[in-house]
């Protein structure tokens, strides 16, 4: 959705919420520069370890990018940083400052859909049992209180409102298939589920 394989060698690509930077390496390994960026400085610790610098690593908000304008030929995201903040309109306008006019972000989040269902990978995980259309976030607090983890919700319209409202043309949204060989269940992930309600979904916009 970047592009395929062989387009990607020497682009400059801003990997935003990269966590330990699993997809700046495989950019890497296409021939692509990448610059891997996250909030959090135990990720990018992982990230070191893993890869002793290879990738450049940046600690920063992702709605408040560091960088000059028209840095990057493109810039992804997956399941980093959007799910996360109460205001995904200002992380995708610096995201569209920071980009070359052309240049895509690529982005991927839970399927907004799985809101409504249990976080199940059985049968119990195909009943709706919230409203799709409860923005209320999700907040996980440690024994004093204090917010620990914070997921926001955003439909599918909201998604589609919030990246023109960042100054991107929606080229793409894919909902990728159950693939047939994965057998495996993880947290709420399943076949079962897998092959009835979609899991993921991805968000390809440009830059005019």
Not at 119 to 145: I, K, M
Request: aromatic residues 10%; contains cysteine.
């Amino acid at each position: 959705m970047l592009g395929p394989p062989e387009d990607l060698k020497d682009k400059v690509i801003l990997e935003i919420g990269s966590g330990a930077a699993q997809c700046s390496r495989w950019l890497a390994a296409q021939g692509a520069h990448p610059v891997a960026l996250d909030l959090s400085h135990r990720q990018l610790q992982h990230a070191l370890r893993i890869d002793g610098g290879a990738v450049p690593l940046v600690e920063a908000d992702a709605g408040a990018l560091p960088f000059a304008d028209g840095s990057f030929d493109l810039a992804c995201s997956a399941y980093g940083a959007l799910p996360f903040v109460a205001d995904p309109v200002r992380v995708l306008r610096d995201v569209h400052r920071v980009l070359r006019p052309g240049g895509r972000f690529v982005f991927s989040v839970t399927h907004p859909i799985r809101w409504a269902f249990p976080d199940e990978p059985g049968p119990e995980g195909l009943s709706v049992a919230a409203s799709y259309f409860d923005r209320t976030p999700y907040v996980e607090q440690d024994d004093e209180g204090r917010a620990v983890y914070v997921e926001h919700h955003r439909t599918v319209g909201d998604r589609v409102r919030d990246i023109v409202a960042g100054g991107f043309r929606l080229v793409d949204l894919v909902e990728p298939q159950w693939p047939a060989w994965n057998t495996q269940e993880w947290g709420g992930w399943s076949p079962l589920r897998g092959n009835l309600i979609p899991g993921t979904a991805i968000f390809v916009c440009e830059r005019s």
